[in-house]
């Protein structure tokens, strides 16, 4: 939509495919109905890909900025969560509104509950054949999304059509995503669901400080979505479950208590958690029975816990698509296939994609503005 309306908007004649009967689906289900629309704080630096310059044009040149003027300018409510999260105070139904309209403004004609049956390119022109009739252009965007949320629809037409064209592409998995635990982990930490900490969480070149959920079936929260997106296949986690505390010293002033270890923690830890993380740890006994270097070991333990998970939730409960079409097929400045003419790809198709917390629906603004601007 925002490459739709912009395109229009420059007097360019646009139509815009899309398969489900409704347009926006994925911006009506974000942020708990309220649409997480960007962050004050979107770098390049919040975005993984291959090529990690790639995200910087487009996203110099349309800001957060930027979209919170268009979102002002249609009196759009709106409030700071956490961490430079902005999210609506109404709907997030006003942020689709709006760009129906800025779309609307540019001309843009829709074809909804269309299913694109087949596309190729003859003498320049690239030809689109769907269910609803035949449409032919000069130049075609794809802005497919990725493989999350399948209930909405996701699909890996965007790849297909990426690699019909002899484009490359970065293998997906799921992203921003819960990460599953084997059951002999789970016999120790299965009874904790509900329990939230804040953490610490660091694997491969991702560190997050924000809070962990255990649940039924493994870990979740912010933090872990974060660190999902950096880890892989055999990886551990590390979980410093007492950041920024100089937990030595706080143990080693209490050594000579006939507290058990178990209930200390539990001053500054889940009484439950606290419990099961001593069991494992095979430390629930009183400190004064606790030599240094044992207290000093569940120190170096608590700030550095290694947990290696089994998988992920998958597609079902990502966030977001990680991989996509190559970037360094793609040109920066425009999105535009370097071998193919008229050809574009934007969003999560494409191997860019942003921490937790409206990134991603600034690289989307972003790469569809860039994209809108150069068509």
């Given at each position: 939509?925002?490459?739709?309306?912009?395109?229009?908007?420059r007097g360019?004649?646009v139509?815009?495919?899309?398969?489900?009967?409704?347009?926006?689906?994925?911006?009506?289900?974000?942020?708990?109905?309220?649409?997480?629309?960007?962050?004050?704080?979107s770098?390049?630096?919040?975005?993984?890909?291959?090529?990690?310059?790639?995200?910087?044009?487009?996203?110099?040149?349309?800001?957060?900025?930027?979209?919170?003027?268009?979102?002002?300018?249609?009196?759009i409510?709106?409030?700071?969560?956490?961490?430079?999260?902005?999210?609506?105070?109404?709907?997030?139904?006003?942020?689709i509104?709006?760009?129906?309209?800025?779309?609307?403004?540019?001309r843009?004609?829709?074809?909804?509950?269309?299913?694109?049956?087949?596309?190729?390119?003859?003498?320049?022109?690239?030809?689109?054949?769907?269910s609803?009739?035949?449409?032919?252009?000069?130049?075609?965007?794809?802005?497919?999304?990725?493989?999350?949320?399948?209930?909405?629809?996701?699909?890996?037409?965007?790849?297909?059509?990426?690699?019909?064209?002899?484009?490359?592409?970065?293998?997906?998995?799921?992203?921003?995503?819960?990460?599953?635990?084997?059951?002999?982990?789970?016999?120790?930490?299965?009874?904790?669901p509900?329990?939230?900490?804040?953490?610490?969480?660091?694997?491969?070149?991702?560190?997050?400080?924000?809070?962990?959920?255990?649940?039924?079936?493994?870990?979740?929260?912010?933090?872990?979505?974060?660190?999902?997106?950096?880890?892989?296949e055999?990886?551990?986690?590390?979980?410093?479950?007492?950041?920024?505390?100089?937990?030595?010293?706080w143990?080693?002033?209490?050594?000579?208590?006939?507290?058990?270890?178990?209930?200390?923690?539990?001053?500054?830890?889940?009484?439950?958690?606290?419990?099961?993380?001593?069991?494992?740890?095979?430390?629930?006994?009183?400190?004064n029975?606790?030599?240094?270097?044992?207290?000093?070991?569940?120190?170096?333990?608590l700030?550095?816990?290694?947990?290696k998970?089994?998988?992920?939730?998958?597609?079902?409960?990502?966030?977001?698509?990680?991989?996509?079409?190559?970037?360094?097929?793609?040109?920066?400045?425009?999105?535009?296939?370097?071998?193919?003419?008229?050809?574009?790809?934007?969003?999560?198709?494409?191997?860019?994609?942003?921490?937790?917390?409206?990134?991603?629906?600034?690289?989307?603004?972003?790469?569809?503005?860039?994209?809108?601007?150069?068509?």
């Amino acid at each position: 939509m925002m490459c739709a309306a912009q395109a229009g908007q420059r007097g360019r004649r646009v139509l815009l495919i899309d398969h489900y009967p409704r347009p926006g689906e994925k911006i009506r289900i974000s942020g708990g109905g309220r649409c997480n629309f960007t962050n004050i704080h979107s770098k390049p630096e919040n975005f993984l890909s291959q090529n990690p310059h790639f995200c910087r044009s487009a996203l110099a040149r349309y800001t957060p900025r930027d979209f919170i003027a268009l979102v002002e300018r249609y009196r759009i409510r709106y409030h700071e969560k956490t961490l430079g999260q902005l999210f609506c105070d109404g709907s997030s139904q006003q942020i689709i509104d709006m760009l129906k309209n800025e779309s609307q403004l540019g001309r843009v004609e829709w074809r909804l509950a269309c299913q694109v049956q087949q596309v190729f390119r003859k003498g320049g022109t690239f030809n689109v054949a769907t269910s609803l009739g035949a449409y032919r252009a000069k130049a075609l965007v794809i802005a497919t999304g990725g493989l999350s949320i399948p209930k909405i629809g996701a699909s890996p037409l965007g790849y297909r059509l990426a690699e019909q064209f002899g484009l490359r592409v970065v293998p997906p998995r799921p992203g921003l995503v819960p990460l599953s635990l084997g059951p002999e982990t789970l016999a120790h930490l299965g009874s904790l669901p509900g329990i939230a900490l804040d953490t610490e969480i660091s694997c491969n070149a991702g560190r997050f400080r924000e809070n962990l959920l255990f649940t039924h079936r493994g870990l979740s929260g912010p933090a872990v979505l974060q660190i999902s997106s950096y880890w892989r296949e055999g990886d551990a986690i590390k979980i410093d479950l007492l950041p920024g505390q100089d937990v030595e010293a706080w143990l080693l002033s209490r050594r000579l208590s006939s507290m058990r270890l178990d209930n200390l923690l539990a001053e500054i830890l889940p009484q439950r958690f606290a419990q099961r993380w001593c069991q494992m740890a095979g430390c629930a006994k009183p400190l004064n029975q606790l030599p240094h270097k044992a207290l000093r070991e569940v120190a170096h333990r608590l700030r550095g816990w290694n947990i290696k998970p089994s998988g992920t939730f998958g597609y079902k409960k990502a966030e977001i698509t990680l991989g996509g079409v190559d970037t360094r097929e793609l040109s920066s400045q425009t999105m535009e296939a370097k071998a193919v003419p008229g050809l574009y790809f934007v969003g999560e198709v494409v191997d860019v994609t942003g921490h937790l917390g409206g990134f991603n629906f600034q690289w989307a603004w972003a790469s569809g503005h860039a994209a809108g601007q150069a068509i």
